[in-house]
């Protein structure tokens, strides 16, 4: 009984002893899930939290940015005049980019990498005024047609600059210029010129002011036209960048308004080959004295009627022709100016003058220290001491007689103020005038053919003279090509090299390894 | 220290020494150089910039050439049981991790670099190209793009090798993987209006061509940097787990 007792007992104590490792399996396998839970959810949430760390990151890098061009060509950076717009910008400005990538890659992407340094700068300026959208005419829809109906788009290639119920539309022809010419095959026409900066800024300049800039030209004296569209002696070129720039272009004939029109900024007169009437000369003569501005452009050899008028504000219309360093033997290029406001951006670009005439100005004028009612003369441009101004214009080639010619340097173009007075209760403006000894300056053959800095000179002086010097005249930039040169062969050859070259060496490279090994 | 630079040196020679890293040298070498020149060739006369075609055609390719370098890193050493080996010596999961990804990324950038160096002998053979009209800050910022860029994709591949023990299953996962973060930025373009500067701030590509241009950023340093040391860290923690689990 005891014995039986035993092995009932022992029974079952081996019982539970069989019970116990499946239950301990079980146990097992749990715990290891668990485990294994529990670590993937400590992995899974440190890597979260250092995902929400590196996203703060991110967002603050987003907020707070720098940029940098350190590129040779500096394509896209910003002149100091856009800075100074974008920074000195008191109302919002917007910019609605509206242009598709399908049309014209490159416009696109020019005008694209443009605006982001135009979006750097909005950035960095405190309160920031300026907000930039690109809207994809093909993805952005719902939005496209929102926008195409507020502002009554007709093109899908516009950026629509708008401030204070203002709009300035910029038309993609506007912002990249290219060649136009006859071709026999099909190949895409030949970039000329991005003029990018000069656009979206002078559409940022337009639209902040409260009233744009009249600039009347002058006719009626022989006076190179601004409806004339003449490849050489138009002005039509030169209207288009005045345009452009956000001015109002008009003609003017004094004999018939009896004056200077109330709404005119500027008055230019073009190159006149004919003498003013003495009526006209007065006109001009009372609107000088009552703080005009005046552009005057004049070429040797002609007598405008303007002569004394001129001697008045401290400038002589000199006789002689201008010559100097010159590239066809009938031009004078000018590389270093006076220091004046005009000329500031113009260090290192040349200007060239066809043949100019002499304007020297009066002793009193250029006296340093010139009283506030009197007339200050400042030279802008003039040849070097190696040219001189020739008293014979039809010595060819011009050769320094001391007895009739002046050793240079002499002038070819001034500024003049007169009667800027400031104080604490008020400022009354000044009168201002450049005078320049070329017709031809800025007329369309000259803007096609000479060097690039007339428009950014003539530009300038009318900037100047309507007070406008926040925003004087940026340049195109010019896209640089790529250019191989090389014939067929050399191409083939090249491509060998560097397709074919670069990869045997790696052959031979791993070829020593192998049998380096083998050994 | 002394870990890691072992680790590294160990990759590094590891690879060299392998003959799959010659034939994709040579195979890189080639087909980069090839698109390069067709590129050239293709916008010959226009105004695109050498150092956008030379970095898109390197870029282009090292994204293959990504895939089957990382492809090994862990997924060979989890099929052949090394890793467990690995994981008792000395060494910290940490030292492991950048050891294994430093190696890869010197291997990288050293097939890389005479690929830059095509743009070189193109300027050397081509009279219309001279080293003086090469735009050299272009390409510095090139190079500074690529290096990012190849260390943020090279980080994704680890991440994946990490995760599986099948080598053509971590190539192919880390070639979609690196393409997917490479049309990042043109996929969320596509969304309508709402993402606003987001698919800007993401775009690889429109890195690599604003890098390529000279033109730098510090937004999208800082994007690559913190993405990589994300994936590190997440190797990281996920190779640590393998010791819990």
Same mark, same amino acid.
């Given at each position: 009984?005891?014995?039986?007792?035993?092995?009932?007992?022992?029974?079952?104590?081996?019982?539970?002893?069989?019970?116990?490792?499946?239950?301990?399996?079980?146990?097992?396998?749990?715990?290891?899930?668990?485990?294994?839970?529990?670590?993937?959810?400590?992995?899974?949430?440190?890597?979260?939290?250092?995902?929400?760390?590196?996203?703060?990151?991110?967002?603050?890098?987003?907020?707070?940015?720098?940029?940098?061009?350190?590129?040779?060509?500096?394509?896209?950076?910003?002149?100091?005049?856009?800075?100074?717009?974008?920074?000195?910008?008191?109302?919002?400005?917007?910019?609605?980019?509206?242009?598709?990538?399908?049309?014209?890659?490159?416009?696109?992407?020019?005008?694209?990498?443009?605006?982001?340094?135009?979006?750097?700068?909005?950035?960095?300026?405190?309160?920031?005024?300026?907000?930039?959208?690109?809207?994809?005419?093909?993805?952005?829809?719902?939005?496209?047609?929102?926008?195409?109906?507020?502002?009554?788009?007709?093109?899908?290639?516009?950026?629509?600059?708008?401030?204070?119920?203002?709009?300035?539309?910029?038309?993609?022809?506007?912002?990249?210029?290219?060649?136009?010419?006859?071709?026999?095959?099909?190949?895409?026409?030949?970039?000329?010129?991005?003029?990018?900066?000069?656009?979206?800024?002078?559409?940022?300049?337009?639209?902040?002011?409260?009233?744009?800039?009249?600039?009347?030209?002058?006719?009626?004296?022989?006076?190179?036209?601004?409806?004339?569209?003449?490849?050489?002696?138009?002005?039509?070129?030169?209207?288009?960048?005045?345009?452009?720039?956000?001015?109002?272009?008009?003609?003017?004939?004094?004999?018939?308004?009896?004056?200077?029109?109330?709404?005119?900024?500027?008055?230019?007169?073009?190159?006149?080959?004919?003498?003013?009437?003495?009526?006209?000369?007065?006109? =001009?003569?009372?609107? %000088?004295? +009552? !703080?005009?501005?005046?552009? *005057?452009?004049?070429?040797?050899? /002609? &007598?405008? $009627?303007?002569?004394?008028?001129?001697?008045?504000?401290?400038?002589?219309?000199?006789?002689?022709?201008?010559?100097?360093?010159?590239?066809?033997?009938?031009?004078?290029?000018?590389?270093?100016?006076?220091?004046?406001?005009?000329?500031?951006?113009?260090?290192?670009?040349?200007?060239?003058?066809?043949?100019?005439?002499?304007?020297?100005?009066?002793?009193?004028?250029?006296?340093?220290?010139?009283?506030?009612?009197?007339?200050?003369?400042?030279?802008?441009?003039?040849?070097?001491?190696?040219?001189?101004?020739?008293?014979?214009?039809?010595?060819?080639?011009?050769?320094?007689?001391?007895?009739?010619?002046?050793?240079?340097?002499?002038?070819?173009?001034?500024? =003049?103020?007169?009667? %800027?007075? +400031? !104080?604490?209760?008020?400022? *009354?403006?000044?009168?201002?005038? /450049? &005078?320049? $000894?070329?017709?031809?300056?800025?007329?369309?053959?000259?803007?096609?053919?000479?060097?690039?800095?007339?428009?950014?000179?003539?530009?300038?002086?009318?900037?100047?003279?309507?007070?406008?010097?926040?925003?004087?005249?940026?340049?195109?930039?010019?896209?640089?090509?790529?250019?191989?040169?090389?014939?067929?062969?050399?191409?083939?050859?090249?491509?060998?090299?560097?397709?074919?070259?670069?990869?045997?060496?790696?052959?031979?490279?791993?070829?020593?390894?192998?049998?380096?090994?083998?050994? | 220290?002394?870990?890691?630079?072992?680790?590294?040196?160990?990759?590094?020679?590891?690879?060299?020494?392998?003959?799959?890293?010659?034939?994709?040298?040579?195979?890189?070498?080639?087909?980069?150089?090839?698109?390069?020149?067709?590129?050239?060739?293709?916008?010959?006369?226009?105004?695109?910039?050498?150092?956008?075609?030379?970095?898109?055609?390197?870029?282009?390719?090292?994204?293959?050439?990504?895939?089957?370098?990382?492809?090994?890193?862990?997924?060979?050493?989890?099929?052949?049981?090394?890793?467990?080996?690995?994981?008792?010596?000395?060494?910290?999961?940490?030292?492991?991790?950048?050891?294994?990804?430093?190696?890869?990324?010197?291997?990288?950038?050293?097939?890389?670099?005479?690929?830059?160096?095509?743009?070189?002998?193109?300027?050397?053979?081509?009279?219309?190209?001279?080293?003086?009209?090469?735009?050299?800050?272009?390409?510095?910022?090139?190079?500074?793009?690529?290096?990012?860029?190849?260390?943020?994709?090279?980080?994704?591949?680890?991440?994946?090798?990490?995760?599986?023990?099948?080598?053509?299953?971590?190539?192919?996962?880390?070639?979609?993987?690196?393409?997917?973060?490479?049309?990042?930025?043109?996929?969320?373009?596509?969304?309508?209006?709402?993402?606003?500067?987001?698919?800007?701030?993401?775009?690889?590509?429109?890195?690599?061509?604003?890098?390529?241009?000279?033109?730098?950023?510090?937004?999208?340093?800082?994007?690559?940097?913190?993405?990589?040391?994300?994936?590190?860290?997440?190797?990281?923690?996920?190779?640590?787990?393998?010791?819990?689990?």
């Amino acid at each position: 009984m005891a014995h039986d007792e035993q092995y009932e007992d022992a029974d079952e104590e081996t019982d539970a002893v069989a019970a116990d490792p499946a239950e301990d399996g079980n146990r097992s396998i749990w715990k290891q899930r668990g485990r294994r839970f529990a670590t993937g959810l400590n992995v899974s949430v440190s890597v979260l939290l250092a995902a929400m760390l590196a996203l703060m990151v991110n967002y603050i890098a987003y907020r707070y940015y720098a940029r940098w061009d350190v590129s040779a060509s500096h394509f896209y950076r910003l002149s100091d005049r856009s800075r100074s717009l974008i920074a000195s910008l008191k109302t919002d400005v917007e910019v609605l980019v509206f242009l598709r990538k399908g049309y014209d890659r490159d416009l696109y992407d020019d005008s694209r990498n443009l605006l982001k340094e135009y979006d750097y700068e909005a950035a960095r300026a405190k309160p920031q005024r300026l907000h930039i959208e690109f809207v994809d005419p093909d993805r952005d829809l719902a939005r496209t047609r929102d926008l195409k109906q507020k502002y009554e788009i007709t093109d899908d290639n516009v950026v629509i600059v708008s401030s204070g119920g203002r709009t300035k539309f910029v038309e993609a022809k506007e912002i990249m210029e290219y060649e136009r010419r006859l071709t026999l095959n099909a190949r895409p026409p030949r970039k000329i010129a991005f003029h990018g900066e000069q656009v979206f800024s002078s559409a940022i300049q337009s639209v902040i002011q409260e009233r744009r800039p009249v600039v009347y030209f002058l006719t009626g004296h022989g006076e190179r036209s601004i409806q004339d569209f003449n490849e050489q002696s138009g002005y039509s070129g030169i209207a288009r960048d005045l345009r452009r720039d956000n001015m109002d272009v008009r003609t003017l004939q004094l004999a018939e308004r009896r004056g200077m029109p109330e709404d005119g900024s500027v008055l230019i007169i073009p190159g006149p080959t004919r003498r003013l009437s003495s009526a006209e000369v007065d006109m =001009v003569a009372r609107y %000088l004295d +009552k !703080s005009g501005r005046l552009l *005057l452009l004049v070429d040797p050899g /002609v &007598v405008t $009627g303007l002569e004394r008028l001129m001697e008045d504000w401290g400038v002589r219309l000199g006789r002689h022709t201008v010559v100097g360093y010159t590239y066809t033997g009938r031009d004078l290029i000018v590389l270093e100016y006076g220091h004046h406001a005009i000329t500031r951006n113009l260090a290192g670009i040349a200007c060239s003058f066809t043949q100019p005439r002499l304007i020297e100005s009066t002793a009193a004028a250029t006296a340093p220290r010139a009283a506030p009612d009197q007339p200050r003369v400042s030279i802008l441009a003039a040849n070097t001491a190696e040219g001189w101004a020739e008293a014979d214009p039809n010595q060819n080639p011009p050769r320094y007689d001391p007895a009739v010619d002046k050793r240079g340097p002499v002038p070819v173009a001034v500024a =003049v103020e007169k009667g %800027l007075v +400031k !104080s604490i209760d008020m400022e *009354l403006k000044p009168t201002r005038l /450049v &005078v320049m $000894g070329d017709g031809y300056f800025v007329s369309n053959g000259s803007l096609a053919s000479a060097v690039g800095g007339n428009v950014d000179f003539f530009m300038n002086a009318v900037n100047w003279l309507t007070e406008r010097e926040v925003l004087l005249s940026v340049g195109p930039r010019i896209p640089g090509e790529l250019r191989l040169n090389m014939t067929s062969r050399e191409a083939r050859r090249a491509t060998a090299i560097i397709v074919g070259g670069f990869a045997a060496a790696a052959a031979a490279l791993g070829f020593l390894v192998w049998m380096s090994r083998r050994r | 220290m002394r870990n890691f630079l072992t680790l590294w040196r160990r990759e590094l020679t590891s690879t060299f020494l392998s003959p799959i890293a010659y034939v994709t040298l040579v195979v890189f070498l080639a087909v980069s150089g090839g698109t390069f020149m067709m590129g050239v060739f293709n916008n010959a006369g226009r105004s695109q910039p050498l150092s956008n075609l030379l970095f898109a055609s390197i870029i282009l390719w090292m994204t293959l050439l990504i895939s089957v370098v990382s492809m090994r890193l862990f997924a060979e050493e989890k099929r052949t049981g090394t890793l467990e080996t690995l994981m008792t010596a000395p060494v910290t999961e940490t030292q492991v991790v950048l050891g294994k990804y430093a190696g890869a990324l010197a291997f990288l950038l050293i097939v890389a670099a005479p690929a830059v160096g095509q743009v070189g002998v193109l300027a050397y053979l081509s009279p219309g190209i001279t080293l003086e009209t090469l735009d050299l800050g272009a390409l510095a910022g090139g190079c500074a793009i690529l290096v990012l860029v190849i260390g943020f994709f090279t980080a994704i591949g680890l991440l994946v090798s990490l995760m599986t023990r099948n080598q053509i299953v971590a190539a192919v996962c880390t070639f979609c993987a690196v393409w997917l973060a490479l049309l990042a930025g043109h996929i969320l373009s596509a969304i309508p209006a709402g993402t606003g500067r987001i698919p800007d701030y993401l775009s690889v590509v429109g890195h690599i061509e604003d890098f390529s241009r000279g033109q730098l950023d510090t937004r999208p340093v800082v994007l690559y940097v913190t993405g990589t040391a994300l994936l590190l860290y997440a190797s990281v923690r996920v190779l640590e787990s393998r010791r819990w689990k």
